[in-house]
């Protein structure tokens, strides 16, 4: 079961990240600003993604999470190879909406299943084995987004990325078995959305975190978005001469730099953050709000040297380092915030912070940071005013570690709270 829904949770990051390696030939194409190119990697997704998320999820923890899970990779697989098939802004603008409400009910359903089918102490490194679906996920439509887009066009490179999940989405439907939800108390069950909102949000501690999560995506979405513009536009003769080296275009040198140093930093991140979350959380319930807390801060470290030095070769080996410390929440973030909701909201509480996440980070990261972009590049030319923008928008790190230290003050008390009452 980890198994495949790991595979599915790489193929949404796939489906949703491979738009950025294919945003200069998109931009070209389809004669795109870069505030466009921000709206179709961040904001146009997120926009359907963050709110369906909400009844998806709540549905979900009062259903069978196998269904929704195996149907929404369906969905969204469609949507992103009918990507391909786009002519203008607004076309690609209502596909990928498309793509966001299929994957708003991936990643939460997957997780509460993960939850219900291990005891606590080995959840937080279950979890970030799913994890390491992402940074794999996003290598893949990468490498080969980079790849595909000079042999066959950024068109026939959406459809193969679509193709996949149609397979995954079948064998999800027809192999997994949703375990059966924890025990609820006497009414909880039933309980509504409203409630469950209600409920969550008054727990500062959860908001804490939900929102030190959606700070640190504010980094990571918004400069994955144009990282492949930035050296590009930044870094083309170096590109090109590696290139001539390894028989790849400056395209394909950029996905495979990305995609390689992504995959390996950010899926070690996964598992050693998961490993520490369950030996540190078993001794003090603070590591899982102060593991996150020091990758948000080493990872902003990261992302800054990795747009600040010269050379492209030396960019994209330190991505693997900004990748491992960006990944260390996945395991203990995403278990504090499921011991923090109860038995029966672990969907839900999910769902909320990937709202936080989609409207802060996926929407408005690339977004503004594009806009920045766009008013840095009369002054400053266009490759240097969009290395300003995304350090101006790396400045979300730090809010993020201060969210996540804040939350580590209160979440023992917290958590033991929710537990005694559920």
């Known amino acids: ?135 794999i996920g996003a290598a893949v439509g990468l490498i080969a987004g980079g790849m595909l887009e000079g042999l066959i066009g950024w068109r026939w490179t959406m459809v193969c990325a679509g193709v996949p999940g149609l397979l995954i989405g079948a064998l999800v439907l027809t192999t997994l078995r949703d375990p059966g939800h924890s025990a609820p108390r006497e009414g909880e069950a039933v309980s509504s959305l409203f409630v469950a909102l209600v409920m969550l949000l008054s727990r500062r501690t959860f908001l804490l975190m939900a929102l030190g999560s959606a700070l640190l995506s504010f980094c990571n979405y918004g400069a994955m978005a144009f990282a492949g513009s930035y050296y590009l536009r930044n870094h083309m003769a170096e590109l090109t001469q590696i290139g001539a080296m390894i028989g790849q275009t400056p395209l394909g040198v950029i996905g495979l ?117 766009d008013a840095l590049a009369p002054g400053l030319g266009a490759g240097e005013g969009l290395r300003i923008g995304i350090l101006i928008g790396m400045s979300g790190g730090l809010v993020s570690t201060l969210l996540y230290w804040w939350a580590s003050r209160t979440i023992t008390h917290e958590i033991h709270r929710v537990e005694e009452a559920t």
Request: net charge positive.
């Open 1 to 135: 079961m980890v198994g495949l829904l790991t595979v599915g949770f790489g193929l949404n990051l796939l489906d949703r990240q491979i738009i950025n390696i294919l945003a200069e030939p998109i931009k070209r194409d389809l004669g795109l600003a870069d505030w466009q190119l921000g709206a179709l990697s961040g904001l146009s997704f997120a926009l359907l993604y963050s709110v369906a998320a909400l009844p998806i999820a709540r549905f979900a923890d009062r259903s069978n999470r196998v269904h929704v899970v195996g149907v929404a990779i369906l969905v969204w697989s469609f949507f992103t190879a009918a990507c391909g098939a786009a002519s203008n802004f607004l076309q690609m603008l209502v596909l990928r909406l498309g793509v966001g409400i299929g994957e708003a009910g991936g990643a939460p359903p997957s997780q509460s299943l993960i939850a219900d089918r291990f005891p606590p102490h080995k959840r937080s490194g279950a979890l970030a084995i799913f994890a390491i679906g992402a940074p």
């Open 257 to 373: 730099g990305l995609g390689l140093f992504g995959a390996a930093g950010g899926a070690l991140g996964a598992l050693v953050g998961g490993r520490l979350g369950d030996r540190l959380g078993t001794h003090s319930l603070r590591a899982l709000a102060l593991i996150p807390a020091a990758g948000s801060l080493l990872g902003t470290i990261s992302y800054v040297a990795m747009f600040s030095v010269p050379s492209a070769a030396a960019s994209l080996i330190i991505f693997a380092a900004a990748a491992f410390f960006t990944s260390l929440w996945y395991g203990p973030g995403t278990l504090a915030i499921q011991r923090l909701a109860g038995t029966r909201m672990k969907a839900t509480a999910l769902a909320v912070a990937l709202f936080l996440n989609s409207a802060i980070g996926l929407s408005l990261g690339p977004l503004l940071i594009g806009a920045a972009s």
